[in-house]
């Protein structure tokens, strides 16, 4: 298993498993299938752009890509102390072998790599118990709950809350 950053040379394989993902698991993202299929190729390879406190990963076996998690980072002064997790997805038949963990890595070293930084926030959709004890046990504490906070075939689906907040000297 390989984990890397994605590049924009990496966009129509991370395009076609992000669809795969909101088709798969359309209660995990607030994306749809609808809103992310017409993105053009270009807009994927920007998203995928290097920069030095946001990232994409993928996780890789045999040269296919398995599973992707996000790093981004709030953009307004006063929350740019605030990274999140986003779009975490791995296909169902690599599941329960330590992928997940290892791009959540992945994630979690580059945004400890950003001095400016302070915690890392996602949400996961309340029904998800594996995902949840997964970041419990990289360290994320729960912090709220959000009922109906998605909608999706007009079934409403609570979302969990988590932070993970960084020491203060690193």
Not at 27 to 56: H, M, Q, W, Y
Not at 70 to 80: A, F, M, T, V, W
Not at 82 to 89: A, I, N, R
Request: charged share 25%; proline share 4%; glycine share 8%.
């Amino acid at each position: 298993m390989q984990i890397r950053r994605l590049t924009p040379a990496d966009a129509s394989i991370f395009q076609s498993l992000r669809l795969e993902s909101l088709r798969t698991e359309p209660a995990a993202f607030g994306a749809s299938v609808e809103e992310e299929c017409s993105l053009p190729l270009s807009t994927i390879e920007a998203r995928l752009l290097e920069k030095n406190d946001r990232a994409s990963f993928g996780a890789f076996k045999d040269g296919v890509l398995l599973g992707h998690v996000g790093l981004g980072r709030e953009n307004l002064k006063k929350l740019s102390h605030k990274g999140f997790v986003w779009g975490m997805y791995v296909v169902p038949t690599a599941r329960r072998q330590g992928i997940a963990r290892e791009l959540l890595r992945a994630a979690l070293s580059l945004a400890r790599s950003v001095d400016e930084i302070k915690q890392l926030n996602l949400c996961v959709n309340a029904d998800n118990l594996a995902a949840i004890a997964l970041y419990e046990l990289l360290g994320f504490k729960t912090y709220g709950r959000e009922p109906g906070a998605m909608l999706v075939n007009g079934e409403l689906f609570d979302e969990v809350h988590m932070s993970l907040r960084f020491p203060v000297e690193r």
